[in-house]
Structures are given as structure tokens and as C-alpha cells.
């Protein structure tokens, strides 16, 4: 078996974020995805018109009173049938706290009927990221009450994209 596959797999890392601290995170797993031979592509969800060239699908969103993003909903509805038809894995980025990084954390109820309904292979929560140049109502409302910060933890979120890594390649027949 060889290390890289012949033709790389083309993997969309789709995610929505209302401040950009998912764009970060989405970025850190298509770096790991690139680093292990995929061809790995992160994108804004508003700007994906077609995820058929992709094989697979990593798409994630913040968490905004315990439901994903705006534009990421509206992606799941446009797109249904095709991320349904691929191997997808979802993450959620959300808690202003510490918390994701001492435990799992369940996807919200909402987030795991989405899970449920494409099929999707695994879902993980991730720490939040809320600055002080948050520009909604509700982030300023949230900063107000002494709730902002980085909890995101990027040797996590590593890990993870490389298991998914891992999970693609050896379907390709690939040894890791």
C-alpha cells in the first residue's frame, strides 16, 4: 500500500460562523486533511453551490442557542440529498467554557436530528471562541455578562480531523 492515494479524495470542510471563529476551526481540520494526502477545501457555507465534486463532506457550524448557524441550516435543507449520499462528519463549536475539552459533549438535539437524517458518520462539539469584536446583539449581550473568550482547542480538533483522515484513506485502501 502506498501513502497517499493515487487521485487525492476531494473533501469539502463546509461551515457557517456569524463572528469567524468556526472559519478558524474548519480551516485547522482541512490543514490536517491536506497534511495526510486529501484534497481538502474550506468553504463558507453560503458560498458552496454543489457539493457533488466533493467525496466526502466535514461540515460544521457555531452553536447559537443550541442550533447551528443560520446559513449552515439552510446548506443542510439546500444540499440534503447529496450530503446523505457521502461519507459526512459534523462538529459544532459552542461552549464559552472549558467544558468540551474535559468531555464529549452530545450534539444538541437539533444538531443530532440533522446528524440522524444525513447519516452522518460522527458528531463533535467543540469550545467556543467569542472576542470582543463580535459584532451581533446577542454576542455583545453574552460578552456583557463576562462570557467571552477562546476555548477552542486546536490539539483536539486535530485529532479529530485526523481520524477522519485516517477513516478515508483506508477506504481508498491506503495505509495511513
Given amino acids: 500500500m502506498s501513502a497517499t492515494p ?6 469539502l470542510v463546509a461551515y457557517g460562523t456569524a463572528n469567524g471563529a468556526t ?3 474548519a480551516g485547522a481540520i482541512a490543514d490536517v486533511l491536506r497534511k495526510a494526502g486529501l484534497q481538502a477545501e474550506p468553504r463558507l457555507v ?8 466533493y467525496e466526502a463532506v466535514v461540515l460544521g457550524s457555531g452553536l447559537y442557542a443550541g442550533r447551528w448557524q443560520k446559513d449552515a441550516r439552510k446548506f443542510v435543507r439546500r444540499h440534503h440529498r447529496a450530503l446523505a449520499a457521502r461519507p459526512l462528519w459534523l462538529f459544532s463549536s459552542g461552549p464559552l467554557d472549558v ?4 468531555r464529549d459533549i452530545p450534539a444538541t438535539p437539533s444538531v443530532q436530528r440533522l ?5 452522518a458518520r460522527e458528531h463533535v462539539t467543540f469550545g467556543g471562541c467569542l ?12 460578552l456583557r455578562s463576562g462570557k467571552g473568550g477562546d476555548f477552542r482547542d486546536f490539539p483536539a480538533i ?3 480531523a485526523a ?7 483506508a477506504e481508498r485502501g491506503v495505509s495511513p
Avoid at 115 to 119: C, I, K, N, R, V
Avoid at 163 to 169: F, N, R
Fill in 99 to 102: 467544558s468540551a475539552s474535559q
Fill in 6 to 11: 493515487a487521485t487525492p479524495v476531494r473533501v
Fill in 115 to 119: 446528524a440522524d437524517e444525513l447519516g
Fill in 46 to 53: 453560503r458560498f458552496v453551490a454543489d457539493v457533488s465534486p
Fill in 131 to 142: 472576542h470582543e469584536d463580535a459584532h451581533s446583539r446577542g454576542a455583545r449581550m453574552i
Fill in 158 to 160: 486535530e485529532k479529530w
Fill in 23 to 25: 472559519a478558524q476551526i
Fill in 163 to 169: 481520524h477522519i483522515a485516517d477513516a478515508l484513506l
